[in-house]
């Protein structure tokens, strides 16, 4: 069971960041979906509700997400689905159920960096960069595979690119966690591919643009894969191969 000790909002960043610093016990709180689940105690949770945003506002060129968005919110954004081809929707539709998706929130999902996380997948394929407050902006890609660090995302930016893109996955069974998901987006001769659940981090790929079948081979001997109690390796290698002749195909529809 998780056991809160104290529970702060409080007034500024400088003050949360300062409070996660006092014990490394001590945890930012989102929409605590997943947090709720852990057996541990947690001296101090700091919520940020006051302080983060939880909007998405469009510029010129890019998307500025608000760590506290919900995927809900991330789901149904006109806007940035358009500008999305639906990824965002795509990405997030099959996670437990809307008053899940209601509550959970961007940022816990890019900050937890979970190896299943269908949102990370989703935005790394499409230069998303993030913004501590301490650390400043940084690529996504460089984030996902950092060391864990003792900061504060407080945004997640998506730039405004018009490329055709796609996201698909394999789970097995409704609302389970991804046993591979896969994402990319069409650059002039250039495919960029993100492909999580292998079951670790998600990584990305570049390959050039050829027939189908040649990319999705080529991807399967690039992507390392390992086998855990949702599926082999052999298994999650075979997917590899044929999500992205998925995606690929998806891709075009959209183009
Ligand atoms: C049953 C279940 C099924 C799920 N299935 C999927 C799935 O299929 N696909 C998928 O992609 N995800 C899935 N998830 C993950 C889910 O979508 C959320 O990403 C996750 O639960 C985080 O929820 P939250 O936003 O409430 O964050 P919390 O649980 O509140 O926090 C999560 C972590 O992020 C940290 N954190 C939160 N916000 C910040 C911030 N602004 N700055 C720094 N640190 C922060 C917290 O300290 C904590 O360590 C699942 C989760 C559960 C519980």
Same mark, same amino acid.
């Given at each position: 069971?998780?056991?809160?000790?104290?529970?702060?909002?409080?007034?500024?960043?400088? @003050?949360?960041?300062?409070?996660?610093?006092?014990?490394?016990?001590?945890?930012?709180?989102? *929409?605590?979906?997943?947090?709720?689940?852990?057996?541990?105690?947690?001296?101090?949770?700091?919520?940020?509700?006051?302080?983060?945003?939880?909007?998405?506002? !469009?510029?010129?060129?890019?998307?500025?997400?608000?760590?506290?968005?919900?995927?809900?919110?991330? !789901?149904?954004?006109?806007?940035?689905?358009?500008?999305?081809?639906?990824?965002?929707?795509?990405?997030?539709?099959?996670?437990?159920?809307?008053?899940?998706?209601?509550?959970?929130?961007? *940022?816990?999902?890019?900050?937890?960096?979970?190896?299943?996380?269908?949102?990370?997948?989703?935005?790394?394929?499409?230069?998303?960069?993030?913004?501590?407050? /301490?650390?400043? #902006?940084?690529?996504? =890609?460089?984030?996902?595979?950092?060391?864990?660090?003792?900061?504060?995302?407080?945004?997640?930016?998506?730039?405004?690119?018009?490329?055709?893109?796609?996201?698909?996955?394999?789970?097995?069974?409704?609302?389970?966690?991804?046993?591979?998901?896969?994402?990319?987006?069409? /650059?002039?001769?250039?495919?960029?591919?993100?492909?999580?659940?292998?079951?670790? /981090?998600?990584?990305?790929?570049?390959?050039?643009? #050829? =027939?189908?079948?040649?990319?999705?081979?080529?991807?399967?001997?690039?992507?390392?894969? =390992? *086998?855990?109690?949702?599926?082999?390796?052999?298994?999650? @290698?075979?997917?590899?191969?044929?999500?992205?002749?998925?995606?690929?195909?998806?891709?075009? #529809?959209?183009?």
């Amino acid at each position: 069971m998780l056991n809160i000790q104290q529970f702060v909002q409080p007034k500024s960043l400088q @003050e949360a960041y300062e409070l996660l610093q006092k014990n490394r016990n001590n945890q930012i709180i989102a *929409g605590m979906l997943w947090l709720k689940m852990e057996d541990r105690s947690i001296p101090t949770a700091i919520d940020l509700q006051h302080l983060v945003s939880d909007q998405i506002e !469009e510029s010129d060129d890019r998307f500025i997400i608000g760590a506290n968005v919900t995927l809900r919110m991330f !789901e149904t954004h006109p806007a940035l689905n358009q500008w999305m081809h639906h990824v965002c929707r795509d990405s997030v539709k099959d996670i437990v159920g809307v008053q899940f998706r209601n509550l959970a929130t961007v *940022g816990g999902s890019v900050y937890a960096r979970f190896g299943f996380s269908d949102v990370i997948c989703a935005l790394l394929a499409c230069d998303a960069t993030i913004i501590l407050y /301490k650390g400043g #902006e940084m690529p996504l =890609e460089e984030f996902v595979q950092s060391p864990y660090q003792r900061d504060i995302l407080t945004h997640i930016v998506i730039p405004k690119q018009s490329l055709p893109r796609s996201f698909v996955c394999m789970r097995k069974s409704a609302t389970d966690i991804s046993t591979l998901n896969l994402s990319v987006v069409k /650059k002039k001769e250039q495919y960029q591919f993100a492909v999580g659940g292998r079951p670790q /981090k998600a990584i990305c790929i570049q390959l050039p643009v #050829e =027939e189908d079948t040649i990319v999705a081979k080529k991807l399967r001997s690039l992507v390392p894969c =390992e *086998g855990n109690m949702r599926a082999s390796k052999e298994y999650r @290698e075979a997917l590899v191969e044929a999500l992205c002749r998925k995606a690929l195909k998806k891709l075009e #529809e959209t183009a």
